[in-house]
């Protein structure tokens, strides 16, 4: 089936640092994933649709200067969270649409990032 | 605007016993998709069923089974004979069918321990 590779599983960065968080469709092509930010305990709340080569959307609420998002390639999205602070911390889980053959709208998760902000 | 309730926080059992987890949705779309999913302690998600609105047939794979009711909104999942590797939190999900760019929303997850 599709996987979807995310990376890193886990960073604990310095308040005011910036991390990137890659998000990978490894055999099928995704002109569209998803962010999502999930709470201990939560939910996963939408954060953005990253759409290939044009701009992402973002969901209301969430800081698009705040959470960059790329998507240069079929195959690759970027999270960046700016000048992260402690309320920054969470865990982000990436997710694609797998190809209409598999399955309609089915979303294939990465395995998430645990991001930790000192 | 669509919405997705798991009223159920938290439910536990005794292993072999059997589970429902409720989920009731809204949506003004006549073209939606639904969605069950698995987390496991570990954090991923798995994907455990489809069903798009018009198909109402209810569906079972092992253990599990799914009632999709149009009527009363809702999509429940059951366990028959739960296992201790059942545990996990789960999530009920719901997609546009493309009015929303197939944006899929989530419920608020229901905590199942099955206790050996």
């Known amino acids: 089936g599709a996987v979807v590779s995310q990376h890193p599983s886990r960073v604990i960065c310095k308040s005011g640092t910036s991390v990137k968080i890659e998000c990978r469709s490894l055999?099928?092509?995704?002109?569209?994933m998803f962010w999502y930010r999930q709470f201990p305990k939560k939910s996963l709340m939408l954060m953005a649709t990253?759409?290939?080569?044009?701009?992402?959307?973002?969901e209301q609420g969430v800081e698009k200067d705040k959470f960059l998002i790329n998507h240069a390639s079929l195959t690759l999205s970027t999270l960046t969270v700016t000048s992260a602070h402690p309320e920054d911390s969470s865990f982000y889980i990436c997710?694609?649409?797998?190809?209409?053959?598999?399955?309609?709208?089915?979303?294939?998760f990465g395995a998430g990032s645990r991001l930790t902000v000192l | 605007a669509q919405k997705v309730t798991q009223a159920q926080t938290e439910i536990s059992v005794v292993e072999k016993e059997d589970v429902t987890l409720d989920c009731v949705y809204e949506?003004?779309?006549?073209?939606?998709?639904l969605f069950w999913y698995k987390q496991p302690p570990s954090g991923e998600l798995v994907f455990l069923i489809r069903?798009?609105?018009?198909?109402?047939q209810n569906e079972i794979s092992g253990r599990y089974s799914w009632n999709f009711q149009k009527s009363t909104s809702s999509f429940n999942f059951t366990i028959t004979a739960s296992q201790v590797v059942d545990s996990a939190v789960y999530f009920c999900?719901?997609?546009?069918?493309?009015?929303?760019?197939?944006?899929?929303?989530f419920g608020a997850g229901t905590r199942l321990f099955v206790k050996a």
């Open positions: 999900a719901l997609s546009d069918g493309g009015t929303g760019g197939f944006k899929t929303i």
């Open positions: 990253s759409n290939e080569g044009s701009k992402a959307t973002y």
């Open positions: 997710s694609a649409r797998e190809p209409p053959s598999i399955g309609a709208n089915v979303l294939t």
């Open positions: 055999d099928f092509q995704a002109t569209t």
């Open positions: 069903r798009n609105s018009f198909d109402e």
């Open positions: 949506t003004r779309d006549t073209t939606y998709y």
